[in-house]
């Protein structure tokens, strides 16, 4: 007979293994400092439109070493722009959608006529990343590891839409030839998105928004490559407000998801930025009542969307219907089935997490990247590849 265990509770329970190792996470938090530093000061002296947000920049982080992945606890996947100027919104209910123009005779790049432009804003900040990015090269990390810099973006729209900044770690001179997939970095992608308040522009009531809030507009709305870049989605971030133990939740959660579609060969769907727009469009889906969810549910509907949405191909730009598409319809049918019937084989468990199932005892301490110390020992590069994140 097969070894099963309670899928919900079981869940719960590896989840409280992926608590912070403060060594190896306090590493990762200050090399992701110091390339952020890097970047903003060369967008400060080029006075870019853009200078302003990059402090940002930091939470759209990802560390990945082969099945290991970290990333802060107040993850992001937007990087919010606050425009210079004031704007009228027009809103539209069935879309979900705004339409942003401007109110004086103002002139600024972010236009096209008289809208903001989603094609536009995306353009120029392809053009002045892409300039950043070849003037610095590479940065030396706080762990004493240089970081060789490359930036791209993924089109979507018919336009740059995620953009990616990798920072690869240089192990040695002469680093070992590495398998088709193994990917040591840390990435930053990123969505771009305008961020106002209830103070600048007040919502329509049928989003429910909170007393006090932020909304952002962003410009994914569709698949229609005939969408108009003046249109923008509008998305409540109800994750900003959360407490710490939600915001471990849904780390801990991204965590679970990504070893687990990493080790059934999901690459593409085990990008942080795949797993980060699953858990966002996911919040929106349920509202605040997400709180509530298990860290089962939550995967599953995070996985839901990836699937739904196909979002493997849209942060990778690949065609849809292959191998890896399958794999992941395929968890996602034994994760549904095993949330109906709380039940999962423990053999599934072992394979996709590499433990022994034990219930851990839930006392390791977290803290967010804002506000961690920087570690006193630095590591050489060889440790920092091993030490990340201490493997279950």
């Known amino acids: 007979m097969m070894n099963e265990l309670k899928f919900v509770s079981t869940m719960e329970d590896i989840a409280f293994l992926y608590c912070y190792d403060m060594g190896p996470h306090g590493y990762f938090v200050n090399d992701v400092d110091a390339i952020c530093n890097s970047i903003q000061k060369v967008f400060i002296s080029k006075r870019s439109y853009f200078k302003n947000c990059m402090h940002n920049l930091h939470k759209s982080a990802a560390y990945m070493d082969h099945a290991e992945l970290d990333m802060p606890l107040h993850f992001d996947m937007f990087l919010p722009i606050r425009l210079p100027m004031a704007v009228k919104a027009v809103f ?46 590479s940065v030396l990390g706080r762990s004493g590891v240089n970081f060789d810099l490359s930036y791209s973006t993924l089109k979507h729209n018919n336009q740059p ?118 858990y966002f469009l996911a919040i929106e889906d349920r509202g605040v009542e997400y709180m509530r969810l298990s860290i089962a549910e939550l995967m599953v509907m995070t996985l839901g969307h990836q699937v739904s949405r196909n979002l493997g191909t849209v942060v990778a730009n690949t065609a849809a219907n292959d191998e890896q598409q399958k794999r992941a319809q395929e968890i996602y ?42 570690p006193e020992d630095h590591p050489t590069s060889g440790r920092m590849r091993r030490t990340r994140r201490r493997s279950i």
């Open 92 to 137: 539209k209910k069935k879309e979900r959608t705004v339409h942003l123009g401007r109110r004086r005779n103002y002139k600024h790049p972010f236009f096209s006529g008289n809208s903001v432009n989603a094609l536009n804003m995306n353009l120029l900040f392809e053009k002045e990343m892409s300039e950043v990015i070849a003037q610095i090269g």
């Open 161 to 278: 839409f995620l953009h990616q900044l990798v920072a690869e770690a240089r192990l040695g001179p002469y680093p070992a030839p590495r398998e088709t997939n193994e990917v040591i970095c840390i990435r930053f992608d990123f969505v771009l998105a305008l961020e106002f308040d209830e103070s600048t522009i007040i919502l329509p009531s049928y989003f429910k928004p909170p007393t006090k809030y932020k909304w952002l507009a962003y410009g994914m709305v569709n698949q229609n490559n005939n969408h108009d870049p003046a249109q923008w989605a509008v998305l409540l971030p109800k994750w900003q407000n959360a407490h710490l133990a939600i915001l471990l939740r849904g780390l801990n959660m991204s965590v679970m998801l990504y070893r687990m579609l990493y080790h059934h060969g999901c690459y593409r769907f085990a990008l942080p930025a795949a797993i980060k727009f699953g």
């Open 333 to 374: 049918a034994l994760l549904v089935h095993a949330f109906r019937f709380n039940v999962i084989n423990a053999d599934f468990i072992y394979k996709c997490y590499r433990i022994r199932y034990a219930p851990p005892t839930p006392c390791r301490l977290n803290r967010s990247l804002e506000n961690l110390r920087e």
